[in-house]
């Protein structure tokens, strides 16, 4: 079963507000990501989470801050979003972050509106 | 810089035709490299991974030419519900790491 989970599925925010993404996977698997992804363009990395260490974190705002309770859950806190980053938020997984062969698995998404 | 190029389509396809799609990447430290299939409004789910020569699975092919850099993906007898958006992806080389995807390919199969 190579199955992710995402919460909420959609939504909506206004400027001032303070949510949180959810991801979960029961894998074992030991890399986490997540990924923006605006319509009609593929996903964007965010960030990567290895053996629940943050190593990849593509010079995104501080508006958005990841974290990595344990190896199955992975969030991310939203804070003082700008309506521009309304978009679909993608997590996946993958098992073994150092085999070159190593596979990602993507959630269904949260889409996010910031109003 | 990090790029996978592809070919956005729309690419209309009689049902029952074969269709090949092509893409290039740029980074030749890649080691494995992946066909997603995203449906609209879905996520990008797992088609076939290539990191040898190619794959197959079912009407399926993916090949691989590391010389050239590029990647291909054939569809054999399409079906309607073939239609999508097919994302070529490659691994940034090593490591955990993202992955670097193209724009995508959009195929609408027709009746």
């Known amino acids: 079963d190579t199955e992710v989970t995402q919460t909420p599925k959609h939504l909506v925010m206004g400027m001032t507000n303070k949510k949180s993404l959810k991801c979960e996977q029961h894998?074992?698997?030991?890399?986490m990501y997540w990924y923006k992804q605006k319509a009609k363009k593929p996903p964007e990395l965010m960030f990567v989470?290895?053996?629940?260490?943050?190593?990849i974190n593509e010079s995104v705002p501080s508006r958005f801050s990841p974290e990595c309770p344990n190896s199955s859950l992975l969030n991310l806190h939203l804070h003082a979003l700008q309506p521009e980053d309304s978009a679909l938020y993608l997590c996946?997984?993958?098992?073994?972050?150092?085999?070159?062969?190593?596979?990602?698995?993507f959630g269904p998404g949260t889409r996010l509106t910031v109003l | 810089r990090k790029e996978v190029e592809q070919d956005p389509g729309p690419f209309n396809v009689p049902e029952g035709a074969t269709v090949a799609f092509n893409c290039t990447y740029s980074?030749?430290?890649?080691?494995?490299f992946f066909w997603y299939r995203q449906d609209c409004r879905k996520e990008p789910k797992l088609l076939m991974s290539?990191?040898?020569s190619g794959n197959e699975d079912g009407r399926f092919t993916a090949q691989l030419n590391r010389a050239s850099q590029y990647i291909s993906l054939l569809i054999r007898d399409s079906k309607l519900s073939d239609s999508a958006t097919y994302l070529c992806?490659?691994?940034?080389?090593?490591?955990?790491?993202?992955?670097?995807f193209g724009k995508g390919t959009h195929l609408i199969i027709q009746p």
């Open positions: 992806v490659a691994d940034s080389g090593g490591g955990a790491d993202g992955l670097t």
């Open positions: 290539v990191y040898s």
């Open positions: 989470y290895s053996y629940e260490k943050l190593s």
């Open positions: 894998m074992g698997h030991r890399a």
């Open positions: 980074n030749s430290a890649s080691q494995s």
């Open positions: 996946a997984s993958s098992l073994d972050p150092g085999d070159p062969t190593d596979t990602q698995y």
